[in-house]
Each structure stands twice: as C-alpha cells, then as structure tokens.
Nanobody
Framework: QVQLVESGGGLVQAGGSLRLSCAAS????????MGWFRQAPGKEREFIAR????????TYADFVKGRFTISRDNAKNTVYLQMISLKPEDTAVYYC????????????WGQGTQVTVSS
C-alpha cells in the first residue's frame, strides 16, 4: 500500500512560482510511475504530468507549455512539480498519484493541495 501526501500549495500572484511536493510511503515507490493531476471547481480532474520509475521519461499535458517540470527523488520517496509563470487558470486542487505496478491505473492518490493564483 502506498500513501501520498502533497504539500507546497498556497496563494501566489500571477507570474509567480510554486514547487509542489508529494511524499510517499511504501517500499514500492521507486518502481512506481507517478503523476500529477489537478481539478478546478466545477471541472473534471485533468492530467498534468507523469514520470517513470527511474525518472528517465516524462510526459506532459499540452497546456503545461513548458511551465511545469515533474521530477522525483527515489531516495527521498518524493515526487515534485515545479511550476513557474503561474496563471489564474492554474487555480485548482493539485493531486499526486501512483500507478499500480500491475495494470497501469492510478491506484493511489494524495489528499490534494490547493493552489490559488491571483491576478
């Protein structure tokens, strides 16, 4: 079982930056594909980025447009999302998730951290 806890969210002005962290427990973390998602009020949860277990491959949603970077430190059981040039439309609850080792679905989710970007 994997437990995920996000942190680093908060209130930031447009154009600012935030670095989100997702601390994971569980001995299988280093073998898990990790992803970041977000959900704005009244909208569906949307994919932001994913990173393979080794960190060697990263995939991003088109809307990121070079502003977000996903990374991981397996020694610290932590995945990060560095966000720069934040826009008001980035306001959402941000979640990290871990794919199951078998099946590929995102089985484990954190509680989310609120990111609010003011104009």
């Amino acid at each position: 079982q994997v437990q995920l806890v996000e942190s680093g969210g908060g209130l930031v002005q447009a154009g600012g930056s935030l670095r989100l962290s997702c601390a994971a427990s569980g001995r299988t973390f280093s073998r898990s594909v990790m992803g970041w998602f977000r959900q704005a009020p009244g909208k569906e949860r949307e994919f932001i980025a994913r990173i393979t277990s080794s960190g060697g491959s990263r995939t991003y949603a088109d809307f990121v447009k070079g502003r977000f970077t996903i990374s991981r430190d397996n020694a610290k059981n932590t995945v990060y999302l560095q966000m720069i040039s934040l826009k008001p439309e980035d306001t959402a609850v941000y979640y990290c998730a871990a794919q199951a080792l078998v099946g590929g679905s995102y089985t484990y989710w954190g509680q989310g951290t609120q990111v609010t970007v003011s104009s």
